[in-house]
């Protein structure tokens, strides 16, 4: 099982940015992509971005043009630029992976990293 531990939330203005970390470990034989939810209270889960191994990156709508998505080895970075009281919510990254050569498609989480919006 791969772990996860996520860094750089906290409380932003309105217009402001924050970087999000997240470092995976543990038994990952061959990535597959990591991404970024987020979860406002209220509100279901939603994909904000991903990164494949390749490279290919995909975002929500709501945070296109703003977020930047990045991955260095087992790493992966949300770069949140021009934040909205909107974007409040807790941040979890998210690594899929295969344990070894037979082994399904597995998924791991971290536990999540609180960013506030507002003035």
């Known amino acids: 099982q791969a772990q996860l531990v996520e860094s750089g939330g906290g409380l932003v203005e309105p217009g402001g940015s924050l970087r999000l970390s997240c470092s995976a470990s543990g038994s990952i034989f061959s990535l597959n992509a990591m991404e970024w939810y987020r979860q406002a209270p209220g509100k279901e889960r939603e994909l904000v971005a991903q990164v494949t191994v390749g490279g290919t990156t995909n975002y929500a709508d709501s945070v296109k043009g703003r977020f930047t998505i990045s991955r260095d080895k087992y790493t992966v970075y949300l770069q949140m630029n021009s934040l909205k009281p909107e974007d409040t919510a807790v941040y979890c990254c998210?690594?899929?992976?295969?344990?070894?050569?037979?082994?399904?498609?597995?998924?791991?989480w971290g536990r999540g990293t609180q960013v506030t919006v507002s003035s």
């Open positions: 998210s690594v899929l992976y295969y344990r070894n050569t037979l082994s399904p498609l597995s998924r791991s």
